[in-house]
């Protein structure tokens, strides 16, 4: 995936230390969902508090934001036609995106090693399971 918000799997407590650090409403970012497999989270900050919604792909690679029950479903052919969507305001977002924050390769590379840490850690036998390389 190349956009330059997207964190790949991120924890949601780096993401909240990330999109707050700054006390800036409408930082905003993608990660992985932690809960649930192959599930993108849309995570953005509104006054200290980071709100999440949850993207699924649908069919034919269409992309569907997790919305409240009495709005209408949309569905965007591409995740950036999504975020350009809900960069303006008053589209059903806690707050519109106004500034995304960019993942680094060095935190990219710091979240790798330290996922690798505590696998290796963790670990009850003399093999660890190899993760695939994203």
């Not at 269409?62 to 995740?79: D, R, S, T």
Request: net charge positive; with cysteine; glycine share 4%.
């Amino acid at each position: 995936m190349d956009l330059p918000y997207y964190h790949g799997p991120l924890t949601k407590r780096d993401c909240e230390t990330l999109l707050l650090k700054e006390g800036v409403d409408g930082n905003f970012l993608l990660r992985d969902s932690e809960s649930i497999p192959g599930v993108l989270c849309l995570c953005v900050s509104f006054k200290n508090t980071v709100y999440t919604y949850r993207i699924f792909r649908e069919r034919h690679g269409y992309y569907k934001i997790q919305a409240a029950e009495n709005v209408p479903k949309q569905v965007f052919p591409n995740l950036k036609e999504l975020i350009s969507k809900y960069e303006k305001p008053n589209q059903g977002l806690v707050v519109s995106l106004l500034k995304p924050i960019k993942r680094t390769s060095l935190s990219l590379r710091w979240r790798e090693t330290k996922l690798e840490l505590e696998t290796f850690m963790n670990s009850n036998s003399d093999y660890v399971d190899v993760l695939p390389s994203s």
